[in-house]
């Protein structure tokens, strides 16, 4: 099986919508969405949360298979350094982001489509800075697709 | 013989306050009996829209607190009654009440409403002010608890309409009006609350003859989801949306004329947040709020008003107090003349709101001679600045807005502060008169196939204006294994929890599914109710329509209701794989720490101890005390120093209490019930709860040639320098908010303006000769202090207001100093030349929160204080259970609120010691033993040392993860190269089986 291929932006509708799966923590980065939430920031629609209790929880295949199934970006978000509710979770999370952001641009996909990203329970605006920052790149981007697609 | 106690407490009134108290007794072994005069417990703040400063729904926040005091086990409301008589003395007390009949069988009333549907008769709503209509068969408000109906025999007509809708045959026309009943209680706690000034009484300012002048609860009214106008700001007189509204501040408040001289304490920051909901409903508002002095003295307050002025344009005007409002009869548009620097301007506005005041609750009278308790000159329950929970009747406690206006973090760490107090006056009594929460035997839904029901909330407006709840209730009925589907105006209100129990038993539901808020607040309650309806509480899924959705997509209806779809499609995907999850019963030490003996640690030590625990106060310095040996005298003139060495004393002796001095904590492991913290010695202790109480530092200050110029002192040595008599001086200059309230500590730090009237009044009453000069920004002498503001201004104490943006100049000469200040009000330059140049600096983190924050995993705001668990309902836990904090380590506060957070934490430390074991989440990882190869791996990526490679039988050696210590962080699971860990609720499988759910239809709109 062959990696999968950016499709060129051209060839796009324009009203290609980005899907972006974000796995948030329990503790800050999921608090920090809700704060985004409660201080009413506002920003684009495409990114849907699974809420995991540590970062340390995600699992590389996780990422890949959101991948594989058609996601165009993921987030993996956890709590800043020393801040880890377990701890250190959040840095072994961190090491294995740098080997997935190693492996996805071997497969050939562009490391806009996948973050690592540190967000404190009262960093609601970063949570809704990330998003928008994601959604613009990913539509500049286009579509993530198979090459057989 | 010791005399009799009773192990119960009647709580008086049920607003957050008596809530809380209520709760912290019940979950510390106490009965508890919760007496309202009003329909359903909640008080002001179920009135509210939001609350300051996070802007938090405040319906949302206390709704499962309302609906966690309705089905406490050990909690009796009593609700449309008041208080008759009471004889006996503290420990046991006999209380007579009486119930006023509601005219309905409350034991059969169901709430489902129906009677007030076909109720042909239309009254005055009091919930909304009378701003919407309400029938004569009601409910106070939706979300009322108890949800029992009530005649109103003013407006009935007899028609008998209701009583031939009532299903459940609950209508007693002739229910006899009042009856009495006795209970015996062995202490007291009065949280009746405050009362709405009445703003119509001052004429000058039109309430209930302009129709376009509101006062701040009608206005809240407005602003809120659920209320008369469904969260629409409109004009009373012709229904517009206003363009411009006013604030009027200090309505009632710190005003002689209504001899109400003290301030209310919450209406400057309630204001600003009306100001700011009010911008976020009417697009391009402008909002005007006339201040006297901003005071925003509260944690993180000072950001919020910056915000507020800043971020949003609230235009702030200090310096105002507006003296009447004209209408326009024409147009019912409204006057307001005020001064703006040295000019006086007119502008008209199309709305005025009125921030009243708090007043004495209307039940003071009785309760003074029921009680026989002193009240102060307002008719405020008499308190002390030391014993700040205490009344003057032994065994009767006060909290909440009744000993004081205060804004409702302080009403509810008082409330626990008084629950302290009674846990320990009455700690041989508890568990006798309690009885165990029993659940239903679980169902055993193994193997079974899904049967899953989901509940979509529209959160009032705050999911419905946007998603289209209807919409997202069809789809989640066509998704797999859904076999019931409704929605709800609120999810969380107790008529729903009813219903959802109903829903499972009638339609068989083995999994349940809510779409609203964030799990982070209401899966609790929601995970209670399931269990109550005999499913493990671990077969319930959240989706977060709210928080993640309609409140981040407002002006993306159409994309909002897509994703509110796709995250129901997901937790139904999830819910599907859901199993029961069992939870160990962990044992408790029954021990506390507490890091910190300064006024808070010793007093929540000493409290602890006294409930029968065993207590280790761990203090860095040789000596207890921390600040309280240099303070003198309070704001009302007391000496702490009598106090605290008799506190030093009975701690001391105390058999319970082991203080450990110049140690520190360097290591702290475990949770809940079972921690082990060693200390720098090396000694180890073992205790199942924790107080953080390390106090603040006075701040050091750069400014005004501090530590260069013997003259200039603080706030702190001025103090010292007044108790040892020898004190002379021609002028005395003292400069507020020195390194608060700027860019590096934007916050306010509270305390200095108490503490300048403190010493400006000792001065003045010590050596009248002596001019004292108070350089200020705003005066925050908030409650009764304002009294003294008052009094140091007529004992002649001269205050100049300076701007921040040309702070007051010192400069040197000859050994003299100078001080300069651009007066706001004479806009002149004047020019003092003072003996002693004080700086009130300002209360600064204590720098070892840091490494302390780290050692328990604890977060700290963005200027190093401690951050609770939640600004407004949980001001002393943290968000790791078994940890509470108080005192300054929270945020600066005078000594009286440090008294009363430091009880507090003893209070909630009881509600966790008091209890034999701890139930354990379910949560946890597994370890498959057939595909386990026993690397190793999960031993080495583990903190908490869970999983340990045993010899399983002979030869054969597989990882085992210990259930106490696991934590379900789920790191052991993604580093095991066998798959062979899987940690509960959060399985690969189900992670996978979401993603799927999600991007399956993705999957086809590509192919297409």
Same mark, same amino acid.
């Given at each position: 099986?062959?990696?999968?291929?950016?499709?060129?932006?051209?060839?796009?509708?324009?009203?290609?919508?980005?899907?972006?799966?974000?796995?948030?923590?329990?503790?800050?980065?999921?608090?920090?969405?809700?704060?985004?939430?409660?201080?009413?920031?506002?920003?684009?629609?495409?990114?849907?949360?699974?809420?995991?209790?540590?970062?340390?929880?995600?699992?590389?295949?996780?990422?890949?298979?959101?991948?594989?199934?058609?996601?165009?970006?993921?987030?993996?978000?956890?709590?800043?350094?020393?801040?880890?509710?377990?701890?250190?979770?959040?840095?072994?999370?961190?090491?294995?982001?740098?080997?997935?952001?190693?492996?996805?641009?071997?497969?050939?996909?562009?490391?806009?489509?996948?973050?690592?990203?540190?967000?404190?329970?009262?960093?609601?605006?970063?949570?809704?800075?990330?998003?928008?920052?994601?959604?613009?790149?990913?539509?500049?981007?286009?579509?993530?697709?198979?090459?057989?697609? | 013989?010791?005399?009799?106690?009773?192990?119960?407490?009647?709580?008086?009134?049920?607003?957050?306050?008596?809530?809380?108290?209520?709760?912290?007794?019940?979950?510390?072994?106490?009965?508890?009996?919760?007496?309202?005069?009003?329909?359903?417990?909640?008080?002001?703040?179920?009135?509210?829209?939001?609350?300051?400063?996070?802007?938090?729904?405040?319906?949302?926040?206390?709704?499962?607190?309302?609906?966690?005091?309705?089905?406490?086990?050990?909690?009796?409301?009593?609700?449309?009654?008041?208080?008759?008589?009471?004889?006996?003395?503290?420990?046991?007390?006999?209380?007579?009440?009486?119930?006023?009949?509601?005219?309905?069988?409350?034991?059969?009333?169901?709430?489902?409403?129906?009677?007030?549907?076909?109720?042909?008769?239309?009254?005055?709503?009091?919930?909304?002010?009378?701003?919407?209509?309400?029938?004569?068969?009601?409910?106070?408000?939706?979300?009322?608890?108890?949800?029992?109906?009530?005649?109103?025999?003013?407006?009935?007509?007899?028609?008998?309409?209701?009583?031939?809708?009532?299903?459940?045959?609950?209508?007693?026309?002739?229910?006899? !009006?009042?009856?009495?009943?006795?209970?015996?209680?062995?202490?007291?706690?009065?949280?009746?609350?405050?009362?709405?000034?009445?703003?119509?009484?001052?004429?000058?300012?039109?309430?209930?003859?302009?129709?376009?002048?509101?006062?701040?609860?009608?206005?809240?009214?407005?602003?809120?989801?659920?209320?008369?106008?469904?969260?629409?700001?409109?004009?009373?007189?012709?229904?517009?949306? !206003?363009?411009?509204?006013?604030?009027?501040?200090?309505?009632?408040?710190?005003?002689?004329?209504?001899?109400?001289?003290?301030?209310?304490?919450?209406?400057?920051?309630?204001?600003?947040?009306?100001?700011?909901?009010?911008?976020?409903?009417?697009?391009?508002?402008?909002?005007?709020?006339?201040?006297?002095?901003?005071?925003?003295?509260?944690?993180?307050?000072?950001?919020?008003?910056?915000?507020?002025?800043?971020?949003?344009?609230?235009?702030?005007?200090?310096?105002?107090?507006?003296?009447?409002?004209?209408?326009? !009869?024409?147009?019912?548009?409204?006057?307001?003349?005020?001064?703006?620097?040295?000019?006086?301007?007119?502008?008209?506005?199309?709305?005025?709101?009125?921030?009243?005041?708090?007043?004495?609750?209307?039940?003071?009278?009785?309760?003074?001679?029921?009680?026989?308790?002193?009240?102060?000159?307002?008719?405020?329950?008499?308190?002390?600045?030391?014993?700040?929970?205490?009344?003057?009747?032994?065994?009767?406690?006060?909290?909440?807005?009744?000993?004081?206006?205060?804004?409702?973090?302080?009403?509810?760490?008082?409330?626990?502060?008084?629950?302290?107090?009674?846990?320990?006056?009455?700690?041989?009594?508890?568990?006798?008169?309690?009885?165990?929460?029993?659940?239903?035997?679980?169902?055993?839904?193994?193997?079974?196939?899904?049967?899953?029901?989901?509940?979509?909330?529209?959160?009032?407006?705050?999911?419905?204006?946007?998603?289209?709840?209807?919409?997202?209730?069809?789809?989640?009925?066509?998704?797999?294994?859904?076999?019931?589907?409704?929605?709800?105006?609120?999810?969380?209100?107790?008529?729903?929890?009813?219903?959802?129990?109903?829903?499972?038993?009638?339609?068989?539901?083995?999994?349940?599914?809510?779409?609203?808020?964030?799990?982070?607040?209401?899966?609790?309650?929601?995970?209670?109710?399931?269990?109550?309806?005999?499913?493990?509480?671990?077969?319930?899924?959240?989706?977060?329509?709210?928080?993640?959705?309609?409140?981040?997509?407002?002006?993306?209806?159409?994309?909002?209701?897509?994703?509110?779809?796709?995250?129901?499609?997901?937790?139904?995907?999830?819910?599907?794989?859901?199993?029961?999850?069992?939870?160990?019963?962990?044992?408790?030490?029954?021990?506390?720490?507490?890091?910190?003996?300064?006024?808070?640690?010793?007093?929540?030590?000493?409290?602890?101890?006294?409930?029968?625990?065993?207590?280790?106060?761990?203090?860095?310095?040789?000596?207890?005390?921390?600040?309280?040996?240099?303070?003198?005298?309070?704001?009302?003139?007391?000496?702490?120093?009598?106090?605290?060495?008799?506190?030093?004393?009975?701690?001391?002796?105390?058999?319970?209490?082991?203080?450990?001095?110049?140690?520190?904590?360097?290591?702290?492991?475990?949770?809940?019930?079972?921690?082990?913290?060693?200390?720098?010695?090396?000694?180890?202790?073992?205790?199942?709860?924790?107080?953080?109480?390390?106090?603040?530092?006075?701040?050091?200050?750069?400014?005004?040639?501090?530590?260069?110029?013997?003259?200039?002192?603080?706030?702190?040595?001025?103090?010292?320098?007044?108790?040892?008599?020898?004190?002379?001086?021609?002028?005395?200059?003292?400069?507020?908010?020195?390194?608060?309230?700027?860019?590096?500590?934007?916050?306010?730090?509270?305390?200095?303006?108490?503490?300048?009237?403190?010493?400006?009044?000792?001065?003045?009453?010590?050596?009248?000769?002596?001019?004292?000069?108070?350089?200020?920004?705003?005066?925050?002498?908030?409650?009764?202090?304002?009294?003294?503001?008052?009094?140091?201004?007529?004992?002649?104490?001269?205050?100049?207001?300076?701007?921040?943006?040309?702070?007051?100049?010192?400069?040197?000469?000859?050994?003299?100093?100078?001080?300069?200040?651009?007066?706001?009000?004479?806009?002149?330059?004047?020019?003092?030349?003072?003996?002693?140049?004080?700086?009130?600096?300002?209360?600064?983190?204590?720098?070892?929160?840091?490494?302390?924050?780290?050692?328990?995993?604890?977060?700290?705001?963005?200027?190093?204080?401690?951050?609770?668990?939640?600004?407004?309902?949980?001001?002393?836990?943290?968000?790791?259970?078994?940890?509470?904090?108080?005192?300054?380590?929270?945020?600066?506060?005078?000594?009286?609120?440090?008294?009363?957070?430091?009880?507090?934490?003893?209070?909630?430390?009881?509600?966790?010691?008091?209890? !034999?074991?701890?139930?354990?989440?379910?949560?946890?990882?597994?370890?498959?033993?057939?595909?386990?190869?026993?690397?190793?791996?999960?031993?080495?990526?583990?903190?908490?040392?869970?999983?340990?490679?045993?010899?399983?039988?002979?030869?054969?050696?597989?990882?085992?993860?210990?259930?106490?210590?696991?934590?379900?962080?789920?790191?052991?699971?993604?580093?095991?190269?066998?798959?062979?860990?899987?940690?509960?609720?959060?399985?690969?499988?189900?992670?996978?089986?979401?993603?799927?759910?999600?991007?399956?239809?993705?999957?086809?709109?590509?192919?297409?």
């Amino acid at each position: 099986m062959s990696g999968p291929v950016t499709k060129d932006a051209r060839s796009t509708e324009k009203t290609h919508e980005p899907k972006i799966v974000a796995f948030c923590c329990n503790w800050c980065s999921y608090a920090g969405a809700d704060l985004a939430g409660v201080s009413r920031l506002q920003y684009p629609s495409n990114v849907r949360v699974i809420r995991v209790m540590c970062s340390g929880r995600v699992d590389p295949a996780f990422v890949l298979k959101a991948f594989e199934l058609g996601a165009d970006g993921v987030i993996v978000a956890g709590c800043h350094p020393a801040d880890c509710h377990y701890i250190n979770g959040n840095e072994k999370a961190a090491m294995r982001g740098d080997f997935l952001s190693e492996f996805l641009e071997d497969a050939g996909i562009e490391d806009q489509r996948f973050r690592m990203e540190w967000i404190a329970g009262s960093e609601g605006q970063k949570f809704a800075d990330v998003v928008k920052k994601m959604v613009a790149e990913l539509e500049r981007l286009g579509p993530l697709c198979e090459e057989d697609v | 013989m010791a005399d009799r106690k009773v192990g119960a407490v009647l709580v008086v009134g049920g607003g957050p306050a008596g809530m809380q108290a209520a709760l912290d007794l019940a979950d510390s072994g106490f009965k508890v009996y919760i007496l309202e005069s009003g329909l359903s417990i909640g008080g002001t703040m179920a009135q509210l829209d939001k609350t300051f400063p996070t802007n938090d729904c405040s319906m949302c926040i206390i709704s499962p607190k309302l609906v966690a005091t309705g089905r406490h086990e050990n909690i009796t409301m009593i609700t449309n009654a008041e208080l008759k008589g009471i004889e006996g003395k503290t420990g046991d007390f006999k209380v007579k009440l009486s119930r006023r009949s509601r005219f309905i069988i409350e034991e059969k009333c169901t709430g489902c409403g129906v009677c007030a549907e076909h109720c042909p008769i239309e009254g005055a709503n009091a919930f909304d002010r009378d701003l919407a209509p309400a029938k004569a068969i009601y409910v106070p408000f939706p979300q009322a608890v108890p949800l029992v109906y009530t005649i109103d025999k003013g407006l009935c007509i007899g028609c008998g309409v209701c009583d031939k809708f009532c299903e459940a045959k609950a209508i007693n026309y002739s229910d006899e !009006p009042d009856k009495e009943e006795v209970i015996e209680v062995g202490a007291i706690i009065l949280s009746p609350g405050y009362d709405v000034y009445d703003s119509s009484k001052k004429i000058e300012y039109g309430h209930g003859v302009f129709h376009n002048v509101l006062s701040n609860i009608e206005f809240e009214r407005m602003l809120s989801a659920s209320g008369p106008t469904e969260g629409h700001v409109i004009r009373p007189s012709d229904g517009d949306v !206003p363009k411009k509204i006013a604030f009027i501040q200090c309505v009632g408040s710190r005003d002689a004329q209504t001899s109400n001289t003290y301030c209310s304490s919450y209406c400057c920051m309630a204001a600003l947040k009306q100001a700011v909901i009010g911008k976020e409903h009417v697009q391009g508002l402008d909002t005007a709020i006339f201040f006297m002095d901003t005071r925003a003295f509260g944690k993180e307050f000072e950001e919020y008003l910056m915000r507020a002025e800043n971020e949003y344009g609230v235009r702030v005007l200090r310096n105002n107090r507006i003296s009447k409002v004209e209408e326009d !009869p024409e147009t019912n548009n409204l006057m307001l003349s005020y001064l703006e620097g040295p000019d006086i301007r007119e502008e008209v506005f199309d709305l005025v709101v009125l921030s009243a005041g708090a007043r004495p609750p209307e039940s003071t009278g009785n309760m003074a001679k029921v009680f026989g308790l002193d009240l102060n000159k307002f008719g405020f329950c008499e308190t002390d600045d030391l014993t700040p929970v205490s009344t003057s009747v032994p065994g009767v406690f006060v909290c909440g807005a009744f000993s004081g206006p205060k804004d409702i973090p302080d009403s509810i760490a008082q409330a626990s502060g008084a629950a302290g107090k009674v846990a320990a006056l009455l700690s041989e009594e508890r568990g006798k008169l309690v009885t165990k929460k029993e659940y239903p035997q679980e169902r055993d839904v193994s193997g079974k196939e899904p049967r899953i029901g989901v509940f979509v909330c529209h959160c009032g407006i705050n999911i419905g204006s946007v998603v289209n709840v209807p919409e997202v209730v069809e789809y989640a009925a066509t998704l797999p294994g859904v076999v019931y589907v409704e929605r709800n105006l609120y999810t969380c209100s107790q008529d729903t929890q009813k219903k959802i129990k109903e829903v499972v038993e009638k339609h068989d539901l083995n999994r349940v599914v809510v779409a609203s808020c964030t799990p982070r607040t209401h899966e609790p309650l929601f995970q209670n109710t399931v269990k109550e309806a005999g499913l493990n509480k671990y077969l319930f899924e959240m989706a977060n329509i709210r928080d993640q959705c309609s409140w981040v997509h407002r002006l993306e209806p159409v994309k909002a209701t897509e994703k509110a779809k796709d995250l129901v499609r997901m937790a139904v995907a999830k819910a599907a794989t859901l199993e029961s999850l069992p939870q160990p019963k962990i044992p408790v030490t029954p021990a506390a720490l507490i890091i910190g003996g300064g006024l808070s640690g010793m007093t929540a030590a000493l409290e602890i101890a006294k409930s029968g625990f065993e207590v280790h106060l761990v203090e860095k310095e040789k000596q207890l005390g921390g600040h309280l040996r240099r303070i003198h005298h309070t704001l009302s003139g007391v000496d702490p120093q009598e106090t605290f060495e008799q506190l030093e004393k009975e701690i001391a002796e105390h058999k319970n209490i082991k203080t450990h001095l110049n140690e520190t904590a360097s290591e702290i492991k475990g949770y809940i019930g079972n921690f082990e913290t060693t200390l720098k010695s090396g000694e180890k202790l073992k205790h199942g709860a924790i107080v953080v109480a390390t106090g603040g530092v006075e701040y050091e200050p750069v400014e005004y040639m501090f530590g260069k110029n013997p003259k200039v002192v603080r706030q702190t040595d001025l103090g010292e320098l007044l108790a040892e008599k020898d004190f002379k001086a021609d002028n005395v200059v003292i400069i507020q908010c020195v390194g608060s309230r700027n860019d590096e500590y934007p916050n306010c730090s509270r305390i200095c303006c108490s503490t300048a009237m403190a010493n400006a009044m000792k001065i003045k009453k010590e050596h009248p000769e002596t001019n004292v000069f108070v350089l200020y920004r705003d005066i925050r002498t908030y409650g009764f202090a304002e009294e003294n503001y008052n009094e140091a201004a007529r004992l002649g104490v001269i205050f100049l207001r300076y701007d921040p943006a040309s702070p007051p100049r010192v400069v040197a000469t000859n050994g003299d100093i100078v001080v300069e200040i651009d007066e706001q009000f004479i806009e002149q330059t004047v020019t003092i030349k003072p003996d002693y140049l004080v700086l009130n600096a300002a209360v600064r983190p204590n720098p070892d929160n840091k490494d302390l924050a780290q050692l328990l995993k604890v977060p700290l705001t963005k200027e190093g204080f401690f951050l609770e668990a939640h600004m407004k309902l949980r001001p002393v836990d943290f968000a790791t259970d078994g940890i509470f904090l108080c005192g300054l380590a929270h945020s600066p506060r005078l000594i009286d609120e440090s008294i009363s957070q430091a009880l507090a934490a003893a209070a909630r430390v009881n509600t966790v010691l008091s209890k !034999p074991f701890i139930e354990a989440e379910g949560v946890v990882s597994v370890v498959s033993e057939e595909r386990c190869i026993a690397c190793g791996r999960c031993e080495d990526v583990c903190e908490y040392g869970a999983p340990r490679l045993e010899e399983i039988s002979p030869g054969v050696i597989k990882s085992r993860i210990n259930e106490a210590l696991c934590k379900g962080c789920g790191s052991c699971a993604v580093a095991c190269c066998a798959r062979a860990i899987s940690p509960k609720h959060f399985k690969s499988e189900q992670i996978m089986t979401m993603l799927e759910a999600l991007l399956a239809d993705k999957d086809e709109e590509v192919k297409v």
